[in-house]
């Protein structure tokens, strides 16, 4: 065996993905979609942990790995308090924090975290992760709200951006840092994030109630209609599951499958062809938000996530969108890679992990 096998545990909306590196070789990565309605059979997220472990070992019998192979867990992260952007061990605080979603969002990339933490803590070996979901790099302009002691929290794909961003910009022969650029992850989530001289310095807040909705997420609501909706007898947990498992297209069809809802589209469906639009004249609002941000200064608005494998999603917004900037199209994620290169490179020395501090990275100065 390599002297480092790194499994790669990469839990979303709806989908678990697994990856088996042996230091730079990839063995396999395998994608299992889950649509909406089984996961909301589970009543919290981490109720889901049994079913995504099955997957896990599922994948691993069927590649003919054995778990007891595994020496180095890799899992994306999310929901504990606010960090900065790196490579971070998995402790038992991080996975206490990210359990009780201590930064306030309820994510499904927290279960990267918590898996990876009960395998290792099983079979041996080390775990870490990378660019969790709360990486905190916001401007304080993006921060503060019109009620005071209500901020709005850091909350996108960070791993799968970052990653694009750097692979957009080494691909063009720049740097990351030197460049600003509108990134847009297009998946059962949707973020659009203003990244300036590499870091993430405004956003939608992915699954906060904040942004275009999505397959599973309700997106940005006028508060009275949610004043509303509540006194119609509907429950706050009910609208908190909305918020990141079981609004958006999930709302209007019952389903996440994407490809189900635009079968219906270019079947000449007439609301499933609104709502599609909707969205993506949702996302365009939001790309032109994040210009704003960036005081017009934008060197690319790049397309990445899942759901760019749809044409009409990017041409609507090439045609709304490409006066800003030029448009550069990653389709899918660059996520599994970035996780292993970049543990691999901590591993061998070549670059540091920071502790988890349990603590956010910003605080308010101003605070009374």
Same mark, same amino acid.
């Given at each position: 065996?390599?002297?480092?096998r790194?499994?790669?545990i990469?839990?979303?909306?709806?989908?678990?993905?697994?990856?088996?590196?042996?230091? =730079?070789?990839?063995?396999?990565?395998?994608?299992?979609?889950?649509?909406?309605?089984?996961?909301?059979?589970?009543?919290?997220?981490?109720?889901?942990?049994?079913?995504?472990?099955?997957?896990?070992?599922?994948?691993? =019998?069927?590649?003919?790995?054995?778990?007891?192979t595994?020496?180095?867990?890799?899992?994306?992260?999310?929901?504990a308090?606010?960090?900065?952007?790196?490579?971070?061990?998995?402790?038992?605080?991080?996975?206490?924090?990210?359990a009780?979603?201590?930064?306030?969002?309820?994510? *499904?990339?927290?279960?990267g975290?918590?898996?990876a933490?009960?395998?290792?803590?099983e079979?041996?070996?080390?775990?870490?992760?990378?660019?969790?979901?709360?990486?905190?790099?916001?401007?304080?302009?993006?921060?503060?709200?019109?009620?005071?002691?209500?901020?709005?929290?850091?909350?996108?794909?960070?791993?799968?951006?970052?990653?694009?961003?750097?692979?957009h910009?080494?691909?063009?022969?720049?740097?990351y840092?030197?460049?600003n650029?509108?990134? !847009?992850?297009?998946?059962?989530?949707?973020?659009?994030t203003?990244?300036?001289?590499?870091? +993430?310095?405004d956003?939608?807040?992915?699954?906060?109630g904040?942004?275009?909705?999505?397959?599973?997420?309700?997106?940005?609501?006028?508060?009275?209609?949610?004043?509303?909706y509540l006194?119609?007898? %509907?429950?706050?947990?009910?609208?908190?599951?909305?918020?990141?498992?079981?609004?958006?297209?999930?709302? %209007?069809f019952?389903?996440s499958?994407?490809?189900?809802?635009?079968?219906?589209?270019?079947?000449?469906?007439?609301?499933?062809?609104?709502?599609?639009?909707? +969205?993506?004249?949702?996302? !365009?609002? !939001?790309?032109?938000?994040?210009?704003v941000?960036?005081?017009?200064?934008?060197?690319?608005?790049?397309?990445?996530?899942?759901?760019?494998?749809?044409?009409?999603?990017?041409?609507?917004?090439?045609? =709304?969108?490409?006066?800003?900037?030029?448009?550069?199209?990653? *389709?899918?994620?660059?996520?599994?890679?970035? +996780?292993?290169?970049?543990?691999r %490179?901590?591993?061998?020395?070549?670059?540091s992990? %920071?502790?988890y501090?349990?603590? *956010?990275?910003?605080?308010d100065p101003?605070?009374?």
């Open positions: 065996m390599n002297k480092h790194m499994l790669i990469n839990p979303g909306s709806t989908s678990t993905k697994i990856s088996v590196f042996d230091d =730079k070789d990839c063995i396999f990565t395998e994608s299992i979609f889950h649509d909406a309605p089984e996961l909301l059979s589970y009543p919290t997220v981490e109720a889901q942990i049994p079913l995504r472990k099955k997957v896990i070992l599922d994948l691993l =019998k069927k590649h003919g790995i054995g778990i007891d595994i020496n180095v867990y890799v899992g994306r992260g999310g929901s308090c606010q960090q900065k952007a790196g490579v971070m061990p998995i402790d038992e605080a991080l996975y206490r924090d990210t009780a979603a201590k930064g306030g969002s309820d994510h *499904p990339a927290k279960l975290v918590m898996l933490y009960e395998l290792c803590k079979y041996g070996g080390q775990m870490f992760t990378l660019d969790p979901t709360n990486v905190d790099e916001l401007c304080d302009y993006a921060r503060y709200t019109g009620i005071r002691g209500v901020y709005r929290k850091a909350q996108t794909h960070v791993l799968n951006q970052k990653a694009v961003a750097m692979t910009a080494k691909k063009n022969g720049k740097k840092e030197d460049c650029y509108i990134i !847009c992850h297009i998946d059962g989530g949707i973020t659009i203003a990244h300036r001289h590499g870091k +993430m310095i956003s939608n807040v992915g699954s906060g904040d942004g275009p909705f999505t397959p599973t997420r309700i997106g940005s609501v006028p508060v009275l209609e949610i004043v509303e006194e119609r007898g %509907h429950s706050v947990e009910e609208l908190k599951t909305m918020c990141s498992r079981a609004g958006g297209l999930v709302s %209007h019952g389903t499958d994407a490809d189900r809802i635009h079968k219906l589209v270019d079947d000449g469906d007439g609301y499933a062809t609104v709502i599609w639009n909707t +969205m993506i004249y949702q996302i !365009c609002k !939001c790309i032109g938000e994040m210009a941000a960036l005081d017009g200064k934008v060197d690319s608005i790049i397309l990445t996530g899942g759901l760019v494998r749809f044409d009409d999603i990017v041409k609507m917004i090439e045609e =709304k969108c490409g006066w800003i900037a030029p448009i550069a199209v990653y *389709p899918g994620e660059l996520e599994q890679e970035a +996780m292993a290169a970049a543990v %490179h901590v591993l061998e020395h070549k670059k992990a %920071h502790p501090t349990a603590a *956010p990275v910003w605080t101003f605070k009374p």
